[in-house]
């Protein structure tokens, strides 16, 4: 299913969510199997605090996350966890949230533990945590009832920006040469982890500054990951749909204020809806609508899903969640109907109409959106960790539509990206000013039209990610220095940290 990646996923159970700035990576590696002896080494651990009520549960955690087993999961859950915690979801879905966080982080190594006043019923910690996959550091909020045995209430996970007090932080800002070097770095650490398995590219204006790759793009036939592999973008696809929407509106075709129900009939979605949602509401996630990604795409045949009326009966039934402009709900639906209005207007297949209006101009010869049942020379094929079974890797072959379309699911490879990249700053795509109205934040939750938009310390950072079950990729145009950061991954969540961190190195640099 795609995985937005600006929005948080609750990573223990629907009660605990990441702060804004976490996002997530997959440890892809063997997870370690003796959960007890990652017990036995966290109760040997000098630094931990003298044992009081919490400290058995607290280890209980640590080895539950570490362990990644379906059995001691939830035997954590039933033991440690209070009745509300544990009906917040299935158990099965609580397994799969900490399984999520073995992949994203891999393992958990206790740094320190923090007492805060007491609070009412509930007593909170504060665990200090370093990640085995790129070495960050995470705070974990913890609340206990007040049981003669205490259990969770709540756990509550955040991203650290900087390390905590008493652990060591080698960061420092670096020239170019020094950038490269500690990127590559970085890429080497996430491959000897087999965390990540893909292609990175970064950029200076026009001069490609670093490019590699590794990990195997086939685990059946153990064919490598290469500089031109093809990768499933996810939905980096949003980018190109909400750039031929552009386009149609510079030929004076559509108006970013019309409102869809002329090109979007009833057999899609009733009048009344479609009347009220403008195309502006679709290229920022204002709509109201929501994914067809839904039970009835999951229990369907999904070789019937290739081109844009396809997924028809998955949109039909689909409601309002709130007035149109009135909120952000990033959605998969809202894209694909803007895929719809493409078809219409252009009078061409949406991806015939990508292919020759963006991706040849651009120079992009080796994107498309690609069925997974043709036979295309150097695709990479998706996998996740599985943490049982026979094998140690899934792929991900049925996990989602047979071809790419307007909200996600193409493949390209780094070099287009970055061909791409170069078509929008020498306006080969857009005018500038169109382009300005793409790059914008119209509703303050950073997203422009088909763009994710974030200031950092280095100043307006656009692009987009893309996530699904055995995929990730992410770009970034840091506009005001230069650099362009690509990294494709066949591993689900591979490219995320792996971005994050030389994005980091990225806001150190010094200013030309």
């Known amino acids: 299913m795609l995985k937005q990646v600006i929005i948080l996923c609750a990573l223990l159970s629907s009660q605990v969510a990441l702060p804004t700035q976490a996002q997530p990576l997959s440890q ?34 640590l080895s539950a996350f570490n362990s990644a087993q379906a059995d001691q999961i939830k035997q954590f859950i039933r033991e440690y966890t209070d009745k509300d915690f544990q009906s917040a979801m299935p158990i099965a879905e609580h397994v799969a949230q900490f399984q999520s966080v073995a992949r994203q982080y891999g393992k ?53 920006k900087a390390a905590p007090e008493n652990a060591a932080n080698n960061a420092a800002n670096a020239e170019e040469s020094k950038l ?8 080497k650490i996430g491959c000897e982890k087999d965390i990540f398995s893909g292609s990175v590219m970064l950029a200076k204006d026009e001069r490609v500054l670093l490019k590699t790759a590794c ?58 809806i479609t009347s009220q949602i403008k195309l502006h509401h679709l290229l920022t996630h204002t709509s109201g609508l929501e994914s067809f990604f839904n039970t009835t795409f999951e229990k369907s045949a999904q070789g019937q899903y290739r081109e844009v009326d396809d997924l028809k009966p998955l949109i039909k039934d689909e409601s309002l969640r709130f007035q149109p402009g009135s909120d952000f709900l990033y959605s998969n639906t809202g894209m694909h109907l ?48 599985a943490f049982s079974g026979k094998f140690p890797w899934i792929e991900n072959t049925y996990k989602y539509s047979m071809r790419g379309g307007p909200a996600g699911g193409g493949y390209s490879t780094a070099p287009d990206l970055f061909a791409f990249v170069q078509a929008l700053k020498q306006t080969k795509l857009l005018k500038p000013e169109t382009l300005q109205t793409l790059w914008t934040d119209h509703n303050g939750h950073r997203y422009g039209y088909g763009f994710l938009v974030k200031n950092a310390s280095t100043g307006k950072v656009v692009g987009h990610g893309g996530a699904i079950d055995g995929v990730s990729a992410e770009l970034e145009m840091h506009l005001d220095r230069g650099y362009t950061l690509i990294a494709l991954s066949n591993y689900d969540y591979g490219a995320l940290h792996l971005t994050r961190k030389i994005s980091q190195l990225i806001q150190k640099m010094p200013k030309a």
């Open 215 to 272: 990990g195997e793009a086939s685990k059946r036939y153990h064919v490598a990951n290469n500089i031109d592999t093809k990768f499933n973008l996810g939905s980096m696809n949003k980018m190109f749909t909400a750039i031929a929407i552009a386009q149609l509106m510079e030929q004076g075709k559509l108006n970013y204020q019309d409102t869809i129900d002329q090109w979007v009939d009833s057999s899609w979605l009733p009048k009344k």
């Open 108 to 160: 958990f190594h206790f740094i320190a533990l923090k007492s805060v006043p007491k609070k009412g019923n509930v007593t909170i910690k504060l665990l200090q945590v370093k990640d085995s996959a790129y070495g960050d550091y995470h705070e974990i909020t913890l609340i206990f009832n007040d049981d003669a045995a205490p259990r969770f209430v709540d756990i509550r996970p955040r991203l650290m």
């Open 338 to 385: 803007l895929g719809v209005v493409i078809e219409k207007v252009s009078g061409q297949n949406y991806s015939d109409y990508i292919r020759q209006h963006i991706y040849l101009p651009a120079g992009m010869l080796n994107s498309d959106n690609y069925a997974i049942d043709e036979p295309i020379e150097n695709l990479a094929i998706g996998y996740m960790p």
């Open 28 to 61: 892809s590696g063997q997870v370690e199997k003796a959960a007890q002896a990652e017990q036995a080494a966290q109760t040997a651990n000098p630094d931990l605090p003298a044992e009081d009520k919490t400290t058995k549960p607290i280890l209980a955690l």
């Open 180 to 187: 490269i070097q500690q990127s590559l770095q970085l890429v």
